[in-house]
């Protein structure tokens, strides 16, 4: 028995499938049991079908055949992760959770999920990267209100330079939904963005991979596998070795308070912020604030101020606006951190207590 075999053993009794319908359409995903009795993880772009199902049918199949029906505990658009519960479930096997922030890159990473509908298949690779944070188009996003470029509408920007986001969520349709049957890796137009800090791994993810499980090599959830890299044509949009996962550290504290209080909090800084990069005579990268903080608000209250340029936050490298804003969604409300930015050559560092934003 080699490594892999032996993960997949392990954790494949603890990974579902999960197919949903409604009024508007119907698809396929993946999910991770979390209690002997029911409670699974996924995400909320599956269990809405990406906001087009407000009350969606889901049938849940765990890896020894059983069928469940499952109703909606709680999701959150932020985190794109939602918690569902099985009817009548005992006797499950809950997933163990790693601790994603001792991760390196080149670590063993293996998915197990249902790639267009086919349940428990097993893939493996290595983590590609780390703190890596994506933008994603999302129907069930709110319209956040800071961390971002927004428009005069007060609605979020494609990429801050009029670009769409070459990263998508996927879930899997099933035949006659798109159109000419077969497999269909369209998805719904998105009225907003969502920014995740994500863990990128070559291990293969394809469309109805989304809410499965990122293992190591002790088969230990790593990640909750989220979104791929996409080409931007429909043909072509299935594994091209660029796929991204929520951390697990992010998904236990998610799942916990959805599970406890319906709904999480995410941490608010409140302020406008672009791309250092992209600003006139720029020399540097960061999160460069737009605007004048929100007063009141968390930065204001560090004593930021517009034109500074945010470099690093809670211990990790700020490259753009959509590095904060994944790091900054990723902590819940009120936490206490520091973060690191630039004004007039000279770099400092403060304290900044986040506000909240409820998911």
């Excluded at 406890?260 to 540097?284: K, R």
């Amino acid at each position: 028995m080699n490594q892999i075999t032996a993960v997949a053993a392990k954790a494949s009794p603890s990974v579902v499938t999960i197919s949903v319908s409604g009024s508007n359409g119907a698809g396929t995903g993946s999910g991770i049991i979390l209690s002997d009795d029911g409670y699974v993880l996924t995400n909320t772009h599956v269990v809405t079908l990406d906001g087009e199902i407000a009350d969606p049918s889901i049938q849940v199949k765990t890896a020894d055949g059983h069928l469940y029906a499952a109703t909606v505990v709680g999701t959150d658009p932020l985190s794109d992760l939602a918690v569902i519960k099985l009817t009548d479930a005992s006797g499950l096997t809950p997933l163990e959770f790693a601790d994603s922030d001792e991760l390196n890159v080149g670590d063993t990473a293996i998915a197990i999920g249902a790639p267009l509908g086919l349940s428990g298949t097993v893939t493996n690779g290595i983590v590609s990267a780390l703190n890596r944070s994506i933008d994603v188009a999302s129907s069930a996003a709110p319209t956040t209100p800071d961390d971002s470029t927004e428009g005069d509408d007060g609605s979020q920007g494609d990429q801050g330079d009029g670009s769409q986001s070459p990263f998508d969520f996927f879930f899997d349709l099933p035949e006659g939904e798109c159109g000419e049957g077969g497999e269909s890796q369209q998805q719904p137009t998105a009225t907003s963005q969502v920014s995740l800090p994500v863990i990128q791994t070559d291990a293969a993810i394809n469309p109805g991979n989304s809410g499965g499980a990122l293992l190591d090599s002790e088969g230990k959830l790593i990640g909750v596998n989220v979104a791929i890299l996409s080409t931007g044509s429909s043909a072509e949009s299935g594994n091209i070795g660029v796929g991204f996962a929520v951390p697990s550290n992010l998904a236990k504290r998610v799942a916990e308070e959805i599970i406890d209080n319906g709904a999480a909090t995410h941490g608010l800084l409140g302020a406008s912020v672009t791309s250092a990069e992209t600003a006139e005579g720029s020399d540097s990268v960061g999160a460069l604030i737009a605007d004048t903080p929100v007063d009141g608000g968390a930065a204001a209250g560090a004593g930021l101020e517009q034109g500074d340029v945010i470099t690093e936050f809670n211990g990790v490298p700020i490259t753009d606006q959509t590095d904060l804003t994944a790091q900054v969604r990723a902590l819940p409300g009120g936490t206490k951190t520091t973060l690191t930015y630039t004004r007039d050559g000279e770099s400092k560092t403060v304290d900044v207590t986040l506000g909240t934003f409820e998911g």
